[in-house]
């Protein structure tokens, strides 16, 4: 397989496929295609594997695009203005990412619901919070809203984070949850109720661009229904 990413601001991506080559993205997720293609659309998995993948905000069902040809070619693009970041799992290397932050793999690419149990301050009821784990062996693409920012921390090293601005990190990196702390930071900092805290060793993805933060700006600018 190969590919090419092009653009900036709003970026596609090339797939050349061979004879055999596949990949797989969320339903509505291919842009165009060419050539000795064909589609495959199922649960991928089963329909458990698909409600889990609903609850981390990806579709119920799967398309697979499979090379049966010479050569074909599958165009992907994000859904915001963003960046498009390729990683290369090895055998069981693992990517913990973002909801709805998948964009297409490999077909030898897993991807799973992540249930992060222990986050502190009883963060959402104590329910916990919910990921997204792609694992290896193969290439997989995530869409990142904004730039995207890449750290590697060092054991013991921390950042502290708005949680909407962190894209992935890799499973080695500690996440936990804690309320910000006084009052007046919480109601005038305008951050909100909690930071997260990441803690290496291991890789962190940062974006720029919180699609919650944009949708509230362009709320402001939506006219409102008259009574």
Same mark, same amino acid.
């Given at each position: 397989?190969?590919? $090419?990413? &092009? ?5 596609? #991506? ?11 993205? +969320?339903? @509505? ?10 589609? *495959? ?8 594997? @698909? !409600?889990? %993948? ?18 074909? =070619? #599958? #165009?992907?693009? /994000? ?26 793999? +490999?077909?030898? #690419?897993?991807? $799973? ?6 986050? @502190? ?5 104590? $329910? ?8 290896? /062996?193969?290439?997989?693409?995530? $869409?990142?809203?904004? +730039? ?10 921390? =950042?502290?984070?708005?949680?909407? &601005? ?28 909690? !930071?997260?805290? =990441?803690? @290496?060793?291991?890789?962190?993805? !940062? ?12 709320? %402001?600018?939506?006219?409102? *229904?008259?009574?």
């Amino acid at each position: 397989m190969r590919y $090419e990413i &092009h653009g900036t601001v709003m970026q596609s #991506v090339d797939v050349y496929l061979s004879r055999g080559e596949a990949v797989f993205t +969320e339903a @509505g997720g291919m842009a165009w295609m060419a050539g000795a293609i064909e589609m *495959k659309t199922d649960t991928r998995g089963g329909v458990l594997a @698909g !409600l889990g %993948r609903k609850l981390a905000d990806e579709s119920l069902f799967m398309t697979t695009y499979s090379c049966t040809g010479d050569q074909g =070619l #599958v #165009v992907f693009t /994000p859904e915001a203005p963003g960046k498009v970041l390729p990683l290369e799992l090895g055998p069981g290397q693992a990517i913990i990412a973002e909801k709805d932050a998948f964009m297409f793999a +490999e077909t030898s #690419v897993t991807l $799973e619901m992540f249930f992060k149990r222990k986050l @502190g301050a009883g963060f959402f009821g104590g $329910e916990g919070f919910i990921l997204q784990k792609l694992t290896g /062996p193969g290439k997989a693409f995530l $869409e990142i809203p904004g +730039e995207v920012r890449e750290y590697n921390l060092q054991p013991g090293q921390v =950042l502290k984070v708005d949680p909407g &601005h962190i894209a992935a990190f890799e499973p080695s990196v500690t996440y936990d949850i804690a309320t910000v702390k006084g009052v007046t930071n919480v109601l005038f900092s305008g951050e909100g109720m909690f !930071l997260a805290t =990441l803690s @290496g060793p291991g890789r962190v993805w !940062l974006q720029s661009l919180p699609l919650s933060n944009l949708a509230a700006k362009l709320a %402001r600018f939506m006219p409102a *229904k008259s009574s």
